[in-house]
């Protein structure tokens, strides 16, 4: 999918939402867990609840990783049934991968050839030749961590090195690769007060948001500092929407908070 596609889509909807899909067994309803495969059973149901109201999918692998090739195997088809269904959804593979170039090679073409995900998550740790062969995917989008949602975003992202914070140095660093047209960057909703200089570097670049919700990243914040005149947002929340409810109501329930935060971002694209 092209950047432009998504944003269309996005005015379409008048959303900027992505939902995470992290599937924990331990938090899906008991009624599900003797399915065939429960993981799958229940991205189907959040898929077909709240599609409308959403732009992205974002299922972090390490939830489908746990569960080995079980887990592998329901991510395959979590991926086809979206890319069957609504292949105008953005997909998102959570991954958080990079390595020496031959290596990232194959994990690019895991993700992108093999999956068929529109982008994935990358960490700027390994520089240049660990990011690039991302980058030479045509229509397919590096996601890459520049100031994470976390605590631990404070150890080394906000230090200073050479006069520079080190956050700053992957946003200007990036924009000189190959192909850096491809990259899109993780920016946590906590970390919002950022926003105002992360802008000043990648004025235009797709930004993917998670910690609003139970992380306690603000929506008006994350808008006020980081939207472009083509958004430029998208903004995950994976509990908050996927466990609203426990039930059997589970789907609507999730549906019910996707419709809150997709309203929300409606009044604040008009
Ligand atoms: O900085 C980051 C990068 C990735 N994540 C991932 O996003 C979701 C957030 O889940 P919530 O349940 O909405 O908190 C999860 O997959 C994280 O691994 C992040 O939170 N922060």
Request: net charge negative; with cysteine; hydrophobic share 40%.
């Amino acid at each position: 999918m092209t950047t432009s596609q998504l944003v269309q889509e996005i005015k379409r909807k008048k959303s900027f939402l992505c939902i995470g899909l992290d599937v924990d067994l331990n938090k899906i309803p008991e009624h599900l867990l003797s399915e065939e495969d429960p993981i799958f059973a229940f991205n189907k149901a959040i898929i077909d609840a709240t599609h409308h109201m959403c732009v992205a999918y974002k299922p972090n692998t390490a939830f489908y990783e746990a569960y080995g090739l079980k887990g592998w195997k329901a991510l395959e088809k979590t991926i086809n049934y979206l890319n069957d269904k609504h292949p105008e959804i953005f997909t998102i593979a959570d991954a958080k991968r990079g390595d020496i170039g031959n290596t990232s090679t194959m994990y690019a073409k895991a993700f992108f050839e093999d999956l068929a995900f529109d982008s994935v998550t990358v960490a700027p740790y390994m520089g240049k030749d660990s990011i690039e062969p991302f980058l030479a995917f045509e229509n397919k989008h590096t996601i890459l961590l520049a100031l994470t949602s976390n605590q631990g975003a404070f150890d080394f992202q906000t230090k200073t090195v050479e006069g520079k914070e080190l956050y700053k140095q992957v946003l200007e660093t990036s924009k000189t690769w190959e192909n850096s047209e491809n990259l899109m960057y993780v920016v946590g909703a906590t970390k919002a007060e950022y926003l105002g200089d992360i802008r000043k570097i990648i004025p235009d670049s797709f930004l993917l948001v998670p910690g609003v919700g139970a992380q306690g990243g603000n929506l008006q914040d994350v808008c006020k500092y980081g939207m472009t005149d083509s958004i430029g947002l998208l903004i995950n929340s994976s509990r908050g929407i996927i466990y609203a409810s426990k039930g059997t109501d589970f789907a609507s329930a999730a549906a019910g908070k996707a419709e809150e935060l997709q309203k929300e971002m409606a009044q604040i694209l008009s």
